[in-house]
T-cell receptor
Framework: DGGITQSPKYLFRKEGQNVTLSCEQNLNHDAMYWYRQDPGQGLRLIYYSQIVNDFQKGDIAEGYSVSREKKESFPLTVTSAQKNPTAFYLC?????????????FGPGTRLTVL | AQKITQTQPGMFVQEKEAVTLDCTYDTSDQSYGLFWYKQPSSGEMIFLIYQGSYDEQNATEGRYSLNFQKARKSANLVISASQLGDSAMYFCAMREGRTNAGGTSYGKLTFGQGTILTVHP
C-alpha cells in the first residue's frame, strides 16, 4: 500500500546528542515536509523540499537540519543546538502537479529529551 | 496577525447531530487553498476536505462539507450525523498561492490552533 512511514515512533535523547528522524514515502510525491507539534498546539513548519537535492527553511528551522538525496526519503536531524526539542514530529508529502497539492502525513515520531 | 484562526478551543455535539467548526483566514493572495485535517489521539493527521479559492461550489466529502464564504474569509467545516469516532482534534490549514512554471499552485501550509471535538452518545 502507498503511504508515508516514520521511524521510530518514540525516541528518547539525552541533552547534547544529535538524533535523526526517518521519513519515507512511496507515493511518488515530489514535495516533502517536516512539522513540529507542541502539546495543544497546531503544526509549525520546520523544513520543506520540493525536489531532490533542494530544500528550504520553514518557520522554525533553527537547530534542525535535513537532506533530500532521494525522492522517497527526507530525514530530519535534531541537533544539540535545538533548545527545546521535546515535541511530536510529523512528516508529510504532496504532489506538485494536479488540481490540489494535498499534504498526506505519516504517523509521527514523539521525541523526548531526558 | 494570525493567518488561520480557530476560535473554538472545544466543541461538544450529541451523536447523530450536525456540528460546525469555525475557521477564518487572512491572506492577500488571489490563489490559495484551504484544508481540514482530523487528528485522533493516535496523533496521525488525516486529510478530510479541500477547497480552492476559485472553486464556486462548496466542497463536500461524504459527511464532511466546507462552508466557504470568500468575502468573509471563512471556511467552516460541517460534520453531519456525528459519530463517536469523530471525537478528535480538528485543524484548519491554508496554502497560499505559489505557481510553478507549469502553472500549478503549491506551497507550504499554515495551520490553526485546532478545535477539540467531543461527540457524546
Amino acid at each position: 500500500d502507498g503511504g508515508i512511514t516514520q521511524s521510530p515512533k518514540y525516541l528518547f535523547r539525552k541533552e547534547g546528542q544529535n538524533v535523526t528522524l526517518s521519513c519515507e514515502q512511496n507515493l511518488n510525491h515530489d514535495a516533502m515536509y517536516w512539522y513540529r507539534q507542541d502539546p495543544g498546539q497546531g503544526l509549525r513548519l520546520i523544513y520543506y523540499s520540493q525536489i531532490v537535492n533542494d530544500f528550504q527553511k520553514g518557520d522554525i528551522a533553527e537547530g534542525y537540519s535535513v537532506s533530500r538525496e532521494k525522492k522517497e526519503s527526507f530525514p530530519l536531524t535534531v541537533t544539540s543546538a535545538q533548545k527545546n526539542p521535546t515535541a511530536f514530529y510529523l512528516c508529510a508529502s504532496s504532489s506538485v502537479s494536479g488540481y490540489t497539492d494535498t499534504q498526506y502525513f505519516g504517523p509521527g515520531t514523539r521525541l523526548t529529551v531526558l | 496577525a494570525q493567518k488561520i484562526t480557530q476560535t473554538q478551543p472545544g466543541m461538544f455535539v450529541q451523536e447523530k447531530e450536525a456540528v460546525t467548526l469555525d475557521c477564518t483566514y487572512d491572506t492577500s493572495d488571489q490563489s490559495y487553498g484551504l484544508f481540514w485535517y482530523k487528528q485522533p489521539s493516535s496523533g496521525e493527521m488525516i486529510f478530510l476536505i479541500y477547497q480552492g479559492s476559485y472553486d464556486e461550489q462548496n466542497a463536500t466529502e461524504g459527511r464532511y462539507s466546507l462552508n466557504f464564504q470568500k468575502a468573509r474569509k471563512s471556511a467552516n467545516l460541517v460534520i453531519s450525523a456525528s459519530q463517536l469516532g469523530d471525537s478528535a482534534m480538528y485543524f484548519c490549514a491554508m496554502r497560499e498561492g505559489r505557481t510553478n512554471a507549469g502553472g500549478t499552485s503549491y506551497g507550504k501550509l499554515t495551520f490553526g490552533q485546532g478545535t477539540i471535538l467531543t461527540v457524546h452518545p
